[in-house]
């Protein structure tokens, strides 16, 4: 089993990289959680700030003004339900700007793991390459050799000026090529390092690709949101 001494710098970045964006993920989709549970409990204070109105209003009028406990109480009550609304309007209004912030520090972890995934996979695929040009078969030099003097014996292409090199290896890359596209992908993941790194770009499910993808949005977007944090800092010291 390979020991983390083992590991390639590549592949220890890709680790690195994928547990990060994971854990910016998981607090992403928390404030989402946060946002929707104080949308639930805003619109419950919003109704029932409604109704401890119309009851108020109903039993105020019922007795002609006179404010018994029990009526002080219920307008209390009715002021506690509008401004706990309030309140759950500014902090949502925090925590949307909290939820643009962390995705965009997802699109960070996001761009580096999906570039570290491409190094890991690249280096593995050189090293497995270079070693299987080190270990030939010595049989399949031997083919190519004779297919080499073949061509100058009786070319199979056509035209004086043709190549035989770059014919032959023409031949071997095309036969070799279709050969191993013909192999199933399972064989892939016998590699215990490969089943580490993937077969296929990491998928950034959650992500919003434009911002991801557009330089130009994400600097409107930055500066946008910095405009907006600022905004509400001088609101709530007001």
């Known amino acids: 089993m390979t020991t983390p001494e083992q590991k390639p710098a590549s592949l220890v970045r890709f680790e690195k990289a994928r547990a990060e964006h994971t854990e910016r993920m998981k607090t992403y989709n928390g404030i989402c959680a946060d946002i929707a549970r104080c949308e639930k409990e805003q619109q419950a204070a919003i109704e029932a700030g409604k109704e401890a109105e119309s009851n108020w209003r109903t039993r105020f009028r019922s007795l002609r003004g006179s404010l018994t406990d029990e009526l002080r109480a219920e307008h209390s009550q009715r002021i506690a339900s509008r401004e706990l609304a309030d309140e759950f309007g500014g902090l949502l209004k925090e925590l949307a700007l909290d939820k643009q912030e962390s995705m965009l520090k997802c699109c960070d972890s996001g761009k580096e793991y999906v570039e570290s995934h491409q190094e890991a996979f690249t280096g593995f695929a050189d090293a497995h390459?270079?070693?299987?040009?080190?270990?030939?078969?010595?049989?399949?030099?031997?083919?190519?050799?004779?297919?080499?003097?073949?061509?100058?014996?009786?070319?199979?292409?056509?035209?004086?000026?043709?190549?035989?090199?770059?014919?032959?290896?023409?031949?071997?890359?095309?036969?070799?090529?279709?050969?191993?596209?013909?192999?199933?992908?399972?064989?892939?993941?016998?590699?215990?390092?490969?089943?580490?790194?993937?077969?296929?770009?990491?998928?950034?499910?959650?992500?919003?690709?434009?911002?991801?993808?557009?330089?130009?949005?994400?600097?409107?977007?930055?500066?946008a949101l910095q405009q907006e944090r600022a905004a509400l800092q001088e609101d709530s010291q007001k």
Not at 166 to 192: C, I, N
Not at 194 to 220: Q, S, V, W
């Open 129 to 223: 390459w270079q070693s299987a040009l080190r270990n030939v078969s010595p049989s399949l030099l031997w083919a190519i050799k004779l297919r080499l003097r073949r061509e100058e014996l009786s070319p199979t292409f056509a035209g004086d000026d043709r190549d035989r090199i770059k014919d032959v290896a023409g031949l071997v890359g095309d036969a070799l090529t279709r050969a191993a596209a013909a192999l199933p992908d399972s064989v892939l993941k016998e590699a215990p390092l490969l089943e580490i790194i993937g077969l296929h770009r990491p998928a950034l499910t959650g992500i919003d690709m434009k911002l991801y993808g557009n330089p130009a949005y994400r600097m409107k977007f930055v500066k």
